[in-house]
Every structure is written in C-alpha cells, then in structure tokens.
T-cell receptor, first 112, second 115 residues
Framework: TQLLEQSPQFLSIQEGENLTVYCNSSSVFSSLQWYRQEPGEGPVLLVTVVTGGEVKKLKRLTFQFGDARKDSSLHITAAQPGDTGLYLCAGAGETSGSRLTFGEGTQLTVNP | NAGVTQTPKFRVLKTGQSMTLLCAQD?????MYWYRQDPGMGLRLIHY???????AKGEVPDGYNVSRLKKQNFLLGLESAAPSQTSVYFC??????????????FGSGTRLTVV
C-alpha cells in the first residue's frame, strides 16, 4: 500500500503571508497531482507533475516534484482569502496504473 | 458541458436499506472511480472501472457493488447499508493519458447518512 503524508494538516495564516505544504512518501510515483477542494464540492485538479525535479507555476502557486519522485511541495506566495480550501496531493504509482492514492489533505484558512 | 454529475446529492438511509448512487460523465472518459471521503482518512478508493463492462476492487470494496453497463455511467450500490458507510461519496473520471499528463474530474459528491 502506497501512503502519502501531508503536512501540516491545518494551517491558518493572514492575508499576504507565504506558506508551503508538503507531501511525502517512501514510494516512488510516476506522477503526482495537486487538487483543491472547497466545502460541498469535489476536488479540482490544480497541476500534474511527472518528471523528477520538475517545477510548475500557476500564478502565485509553485509546485515541485522531488528528484526521486517520492515527494512534492506546494508553495503559495502572498496568500489571499480566496486560497482558502482543502489541498490534496495524489500520486499515481508506477505499478498501480490509473489509480491515485490521496494524502489526507491540508486545510488552509487565509484570514483577511 | 456538465462534466461529472452525481445523484442524489443527499440521502439518509436506515440500517439494512439498499440504494444506488449514480454517476454520469459526458466527456467520453474511459476510466471511472468511486471514492469515499471521511474526516482524517482522506479519499479512499472503493471500486473503479477502466472501460465499459469492466470493474475492479479498490482499497475499501466491502459492502459495495458497482456496474458499468454504459461508458458514461458508473453505478455504486449498497445492498445493506451500515452506519459505517456514512460518508461523502465522490465519483471521478479521467481520460487516457494526454499531453501534459492526466487528472481526475470529480463530481460534487453524495452525502450519505446511515442511521
């Protein structure tokens, strides 16, 4: 069973601050995805990273895939209240084909 | 383009009752999935399908059955509901690998309470 551990579980910050969320595993993943989920809705895909060391930017969000493809991070610059939500990382194992394993999520609250 | 539609959105069942959750996607996706989401446990895979007429077990399949008779629909059945099946259920679909990788498209969920 592949496990993904996210940290921190909860994060409450003020508008304008920077933050980083981590996603770690002892397993190697062929790709890793980040989703954001708002209350009462399903998760929405933010990004997919597939190459070790890959960095992708989405406006104020920066995603990095570890060189060994076992971990990932999400960095948000100058957080805004609209960034509030549950952030989930999910990995596709090298042998699990189309199935994703999800982390437990990081609940981010950005206070105005 | 509706994406992934789940019905119903809310349901309360008594222990022992049965029900079927319906998932419909209009994106011609091959793969479909059923997950349950519980506090502190994240999203756990119940069953999935890699194409019309196929199904496979996920991480937590006990107490559930599925069918994929049509490519666009994936049904999740509870034959005899138990309080432990109280959860939020999400359906997701994905296309075959495309440029830049692939990702799931999720429905908005079904909140099920078993009393």
């Amino acid at each position: 069973t592949q496990l993904l551990e996210q940290s921190p579980q909860f994060l409450s910050i003020q508008e304008g601050e920077n933050l980083t969320v981590y996603c770690n595993s002892s397993s190697v993943f062929s790709s890793l995805q980040w989703y954001r989920q708002e209350p009462g809705e399903g998760p929405v895909l933010l990004v997919t990273v597939v190459t070790g060391g890959e960095v992708k930017k989405l406006k104020r969000l920066t995603f990095q895939f570890g060189d060994a493809r076992k971990d990932s991070s999400l960095h948000i610059t100058a957080a805004q209240p609209g960034d509030t939500g549950l952030y989930l990382c999910a990995g596709a194992g090298e042998t699990s084909g189309s199935r994703l394993t999800f982390g437990e999520g990081t609940q981010l609250t950005v206070n105005p | 383009n509706a994406g992934v539609t789940q019905t119903p959105k809310f349901r309360v069942l008594k222990t022992g009752q049965s029900m079927t959750l319906l998932c419909a996607q209009d994106m011609n996706h091959e793969y479909m999935y059923w997950y349950r989401q519980d506090p502190g446990m994240g999203l756990r895979l119940i069953h999935y399908s890699v194409g019309e007429g196929t199904t496979a077990k996920g991480e937590v399949p006990d107490g559930y059955n599925v069918s994929r008779l049509k490519k666009q629909n994936f049904l999740l059945g509870l034959e005899s509901a138990a309080p432990s099946q109280t959860s939020v259920y999400f359906c997701a679909s994905r296309q075959l690998r495309g440029p830049g990788g692939w990702g799931y498209t999720f429905g908005s969920g079904t909140r099920l309470t078993v009393v």
